[in-house]
């Protein structure tokens, strides 16, 4: 039996090989940063969780904190303390740069569930699977607490 014509054989779409070599991913002309899982942001989740510090319905999109909360938040408190509310850190960013810090979760006061969904949601898009998986584990976490 000959083998079927090369037409007919399964191909792998450029756009795969693509993201599969170079961090791109399908759709995208530019390079996918990469991330870490931030101990520190874990251990201080998991802190508020464990305290009943967190907020189990609220609408993330107008709470998250944008550019001018974080500037503000910066002015009294340290860049440890500013960390600790992000699970990613960016890889190859310096560390004490906003640019170092992702997947935010809270508002700088309490946890937001949201928070923690919309960062499950973020990695699991980008296909951020450490990250993915610690958010997943925070809202296991969570929920269990918050029964």
């Known amino acids: 039996m000959s083998p079927p ?37 874990v251990e201080w989740a998991q802190h508020l969780i464990d ?45 004490e740069t906003k640019a170092r810090y992702a997947f935010v979760y809270g508002d700088f006061r309490r946890l937001h569930r949201m928070g923690i969904i919309a960062c499950q949601y973020r990695a699991a898009e980008w296909r951020h699977k450490d990250i993915e998986l610690a958010a997943h584990e925070l809202l296991q976490r969570l929920d269990r607490h918050s029964r």
């Open 51 to 95: 305290t009943g510090q967190y907020v189990l319905d609220s609408d993330w999109g107008k709470i998250q904190p944008g550019s001018s909360e974080q500037n503000a938040y910066l002015k009294s408190h340290s860049w440890q303390e500013y960390a600790r509310w992000h699970l990613g850190l960016t890889d190859g960013a310096r560390d």
């Open 5 to 41: 014509p090369r037409a007919l054989v399964p191909q792998t779409p450029p756009e795969r090989l693509r993201w599969r070599n170079k961090g791109v991913l399908p759709g995208q002309s530019v390079p996918v940063a990469s991330y870490s899982v931030n101990p520190d942001g």
